[in-house]
C-alpha cells in the first residue's frame, strides 16, 4: 500500500501560480503511475492530469492543457502539480491519487489510493 498527503493548496489571485505536492510513504511512488483530480462543491470529482510510472507520458484535462503540469520525482517519492495562469474556475479540493499496474486513466474509479485532498481557492 501507499499513503499520500497534499500539500501547496491555498489563495491565489486569478493570474497567479500555486505547485501542489503530493509525497508518498510505505510503498514507492514508482511502482504507480499517478494522478491529479480536483472536485469543486457540488460537483463530482474530474481528472485534472496523469502521469506515467517512469514519467515519460503526461495527460491533461482540456480545461488545464497549456496551464498545468504534472511532474514526477520518484527517488523524492513525490508527484507535483504546476499551476499557472490560474482561473477562478480552478477553485477546488485538489487530489492526487495512485494506480496501480502500467497506463494512465482518467477515471477517478480506477484509482486505488488517495490523499486528503488540498483546497486551491483562486479570486477574481
Known amino acids: 500500500q501507499v499513503q499520500l498527503v497534499e500539500s501547496g493548496g491555498g489563495l491565489v489571485q486569478a493570474g497567479g501560480s500555486l505547485r501542489l505536492s503530493c509525497a508518498a510513504s510505505?510503498?514507492?511512488?514508482?511502482?504507480?503511475?499517478m494522478g491529479w483530480f480536483h472536485q469543486a462543491p457540488g460537483k463530482e470529482r474530474e481528472f485534472v492530469a496523469a502521469?506515467?510510472?517512469?514519467?515519460?507520458?503526461?495527460y491533461y484535462a482540456d480545461s488545464v492543457k497549456g496551464r498545468f503540469t504534472i511532474s514526477r520525482d520518484n527517488a523524492e517519492n513525490t508527484v507535483y502539480l504546476q499551476m499557472n495562469n490560474l482561473k477562478p474556475e480552478d477553485t477546488a479540493v485538489y487530489y492526487c491519487?495512485?494506480?496501480?499496474?502500467?497506463?494512465?486513466?482518467?477515471?477517478?474509479?480506477?484509482?486505488?489510493?488517495w490523499g486528503q485532498g488540498t483546497q486551491v481557492t483562486v479570486s477574481s
Open positions: 510505505g510503498r514507492t511512488v514508482s511502482s504507480y503511475s
Open positions: 502521469i506515467t510510472r517512469s514519467g515519460g507520458n503526461t
Open positions: 491519487a495512485a494506480k496501480g499496474g502500467s497506463g494512465w486513466s482518467r477515471s477517478s474509479g480506477i484509482y486505488s489510493y
